[in-house]
Antibody, heavy 120, light 107 residues
Framework: QVQLQESGPGLVKPSETLSLTCTVS????????WSWIRQSPEKGLEWIGH???????NYNPSLKSRVTISVDTSKNQFSLKLTSVIVADTAVYYC??????????????WGKGTTVTVSS | DIQMTQSPSSLSASVGDRVTITCRASQTISSYLNWYQQKPGKAPELLIYAASSLQSGVPSRFSGSGSGTDFTLTISSLQPEDFTTYYC?????????FGQGTKVEIK
């Protein structure tokens, strides 16, 4: 059974870079797309972007200038970097696996989430 | 971006009640609509994908319907563990977008 676990600093200073890693266990990262989603009381659930195991990416235009998602198949991990963070980037960050074909995509496995606070 | 609007934002119901939650998309999304359940302090869990397909392991009291712009999630007989928050999400186009959530509370 595939499991995902987010890891990274829980506190980031404004203007710095938020870096998180999602480790995939119980299965291979290959042959799937992998997503990052965040949740805050102000914005609710917000899709950040996804990456294919081959490295192709798709980002939310609202964050595209600050976001990079990368994959390391040798470590069965994928990562999120968000630059120039502001207080509004404070949220619970989730990683998830994307399944489906032909538009009928869905996120079937989620990590437990990690809280990131942006504060000086 | 496609806007997803859920109604109601909250509802009160009793164990055994039949409950329906509605999700409306700002443009047609065919059947590319998913439903998630989220319990406090936990990650969302997939209930329904492609508007009406039940995710493996999800109780059959949950069902989904709709296409185009209007969708519904129905819980046929509310159980104590169902009192929590539900979200819809469209996968028709990027950026993927979610509804604001519907909280099901005990009456």
């Amino acid at each position: 059974q595939v499991q995902l676990q987010e890891s990274g600093p829980g506190l980031v200073k404004p203007s710095e870079t938020l870096s998180l890693t999602c480790t995939v266990s119980g299965g291979s990262i290959s042959n799937y797309y992998w997503s990052w989603i965040r949740q805050s009381p102000e914005k609710g659930l917000e899709w950040i972007g996804h990456i294919h195991y081959t490295g192709s990416t798709n980002y939310n235009p609202s964050l595209k200038s600050r976001v990079t998602i990368s994959v390391d198949t040798s470590k069965n991990q994928f990562s999120l970097k968000l630059t120039s963070v502001i207080v509004a980037d404070t949220a619970v960050y989730y990683c998830a696996r994307r399944l489906g074909v032909g538009g009928g995509y869905y996120m079937d496995v989620w990590g437990k989430g990690t809280t990131v606070t942006v504060s000086s | 971006d496609i806007q997803m609007t859920q109604s109601p934002s909250s509802l009160s119901a009793s164990v055994g009640d039949r409950v329906t939650i509605t999700c409306r998309a700002s443009q047609t999304i065919s059947s590319y609509l998913n439903w998630y359940q989220q319990k406090p302090g936990k990650a969302p869990e997939l209930l329904i994908y492609a508007a009406s397909s039940l995710q493996s392991g999800v109780p059959s009291r949950f069902s989904g319907s709709g296409s185009g712009t209007d969708f519904t999630l129905t819980i046929s007989s509310l159980q104590p563990e169902d009192f929590t928050t539900y979200y819809c999400q469209q996968s028709y186009s990027t950026p993927r977008t979610f509804g604001q959530g519907t909280k099901v509370e005990i009456k």
